[in-house]
T-cell receptor
Framework: GNSVTQMEGPVTLSEEAFLTINCTYTATGYPSLFWYVQYPGEGLQLLLK?????DKGSNKGFEATYRKETTSFHLEKGSVQVSDSAVYFC???????????FGQGTILTVHP | DAMVIQNPRYQVTQFGKPVTLSCSQT?????MYWYQQKSSQAPKLLFHYYDKDFNNEADTPDNFQSRRPNTSFCFLDIRSPGLGDAAMYLC??????????????FGPGTRLTVL
């Protein structure tokens, strides 16, 4: 079956530091890949997505590239802000009725 | 703004007392999903509706039921909540179940406490 593995957290950074959160996946076929962000007490918001190999998703300074050869979709941001503190979930959407399979989430805390 | 609304945001119930969580959407999407998210874990899909067709995940307990009386509303019924059912329940919608470009839009969630 499909699965998503995220790097162990939590991650603590200083403001303006570089961020990488690793995500690898196992799936049959050609899934779409997503990063969702969850702020405290809120639901999930789509951060970015990529639907085919070599696509790069980007939003709000975050980027991730769909790497089929390494089955990865790592999230990066060049300079994090305190307001980026949240939980980040990597997810894949397989071919079955749009079901999302999530990674375990990575807690990011950014200090001033 | 078009959105996914969940009520209530916080729900407290007693062990074994039936509880219903509500989700509504103004997006006119065909698909509605219910996820369970326990503390510090990933959301887990319970079931979904494609229009009026109900689809249960194989490992969803029988204690969980759902109703979708119309396009806009979907309910999650927990017949006899146990302590292990305490979680955040997330509702999501999607315009289509098959278009790989379709994203899911999530509501803010209902946090259920079982005493």
């Amino acid at each position: 079956g499909n699965s998503v593995t995220q790097m162990e957290g939590p991650v603590t950074l200083s403001e303006e530091a570089f961020l990488t959160i690793n995500c690898t996946y196992t799936a049959t076929g050609y899934p779409s890949l997503f990063w969702y962000v969850q702020y405290p007490g809120e639901g999930l918001q789509l951060l970015l997505k990529a639907t085919k190999a070599d696509d790069k998703g980007s939003n709000k300074g975050f980027e991730a590239t769909y790497r089929k050869e390494t089955t990865s979709f790592h999230l990066e941001k060049g300079s994090v802000q305190v307001s980026d503190s949240a939980v980040y979930f990597c997810a894949l959407r397989g071919t079955s009725y749009g079901k999302l399979t999530f990674g375990q989430g990575t807690i990011l805390t950014v200090h001033p | 703004d078009a959105m996914v609304i969940q009520n209530p945001r916080y729900q407290v119930t007693q062990f074994g007392k039936p509880v219903t969580l509500s989700c509504s959407q103004t997006l006119n999407h065909n698909v509605m999903y219910w996820y369970q998210q326990k503390s510090s874990q990933a959301p887990k899909l319970l079931f979904h509706y494609y229009d009026k067709d109900f689809n249960n995940e194989a490992d969803t307990p029988d204690n969980f039921q759902s109703r979708r009386p119309n396009t806009s509303f979907c309910f999650l019924d927990i017949r006899s909540p146990g302590l292990g059912d305490a979680a955040m329940y997330l509702c999501a919608t999607s315009r289509d179940a098959w278009d790989r470009d379709n994203e899911q839009f999530f509501g803010p969630g209902t946090r259920l406490t079982v005493l």
